[in-house]
C-alpha cells in the first residue's frame, strides 16, 4: 500500500492553462506539504497545511493554491501555468508531536510547461 | 537566513571503498537534523533524525553524526544499490519548515 501517492506522475501542458495535481496520504498523519524541487533538486516548501493552518511560503505565487477536502487529501491547483513552473512537485506527509517530524514523501509529479 | 549546504556534489565511490558526505547548516534553534535517500524518479525517503551534537545513529552501511554546524553522513563499505542522491534537512524552529540542502549524488560502481 503506497502511503502517499500523488498524480498524476506526469503533467505537460500549455503557458496559460489551469490544472491540478492530486495528493492522498493514508498514514492518518495530521499535516501535509506542497514541496517544489527544481532543476538544481533544491527541495523548497510550497505550503504547510493541517486542520487548524495553512502556512503558506511567501515566495509562492497566489497562482498556486492548495485545497483541501479532508484530512487526508491536499490537492493543488495552479491557475495560468508560466514557463518558470515546470518542475517536480512533491506531496509529502507527517505527523505531529511524535518527537519525530519525519516526512513521508510522494512520488513526484513532473510538470512542464509548453 | 537559514541555508543548508552540502559536499560534495557528486562523488563516484568503488564498491567497498568507504567516504563520508557532508551537510552543513546554519539555523538558528535547529529543531532536528534530517537524512533522507532519493532515487531517480522517486521521493525523498527518510534515513535518519539527529537532534543533539554528539548524537550518532546507524542503519546497514550507513552512519550519520551530529555537530553543532554540520552533519555527516559515513558510508562504510557500500555496494552499487546505495548509489543515490542523498539530502540533508535541517527543521526550522517556526512552523513546519524544513530547509534542504542540494543533495550529494552518490554513485558506487562495481
Known amino acids: 500500500d503506497t502511503a502517499v501517492s500523488q498524480t498524476p506522475k506526469y503533467l505537460v501542458t500549455q503557458m496559460g492553462n489551469d490544472k491540478s495535481i492530486k495528493c492522498e496520504q493514508n498514514?492518518?498523519?495530521?499535516?501535509m506539504y506542497w514541496y517544489k524541487q527544481d532543476s538544481k533538486k533544491f527541495l523548497k516548501i510550497m505550503f504547510s497545511y493541517n486542520n487548524k493552518e495553512l502556512i503558506i511560503n511567501e515566495t509562492v505565487p497566489n497562482r498556486f493554491s492548495p485545497k483541501s477536502p479532508d484530512k487526508a487529501h491536499l490537492n493543488l491547483h495552479i491557475n495560468s501555468l508560466e514557463l518558470g513552473d515546470s518542475a517536480v512537485y512533491f506531496c509529502?506527509?507527517?505527523?505531529?508531536?511524535?518527537?519525530?517530524?519525519?516526512?513521508?514523501f510522494g512520488s513526484g509529479t513532473q510538470l512542464s510547461v509548453l | 537566513e537559514d541555508q543548508v549546504t552540502q559536499s560534495p556534489e557528486a562523488l563516484r565511490l568503488q564498491e567497498g571503498e568507504s567516504s563520508s558526505l557532508n551537510c552543513s547548516y546554519t539555523v538558528s534553534g535547529l529543531r532536528g537534523l534530517f537524512w533522507y535517500r532519493q532515487d531517480p524518479g522517486k521521493g525523498p525517503e527518510f534515513l535518519f533524525t539527529?537532534?543533539?551534537a554528539g548524537e550518532e545513529k546507524e542503519k546497514e552501511r550507513l552512519k550519520a553524526t551530529l555537530t553543532k554546524k554540520e552533519s555527516f553522513l559515513h558510508i562504510t563499505a557500500p555496494k552499487p544499490e546505495d548509489s543515490a542522491t542523498y539530502l540533508c534537512a535541517a527543521a526550522t524552529p517556526y512552523g513546519q519548515n524544513f530547509v534542504f540542502g542540494p543533495g550529494t549524488r552518490l554513485s558506487v560502481l562495481p
Open positions: 509529502a506527509s507527517s505527523q505531529e508531536g511524535q518527537g519525530d517530524e519525519k516526512l513521508f
Open positions: 498514514l492518518g498523519h495530521d499535516t
Open positions: 539527529l537532534y543533539s
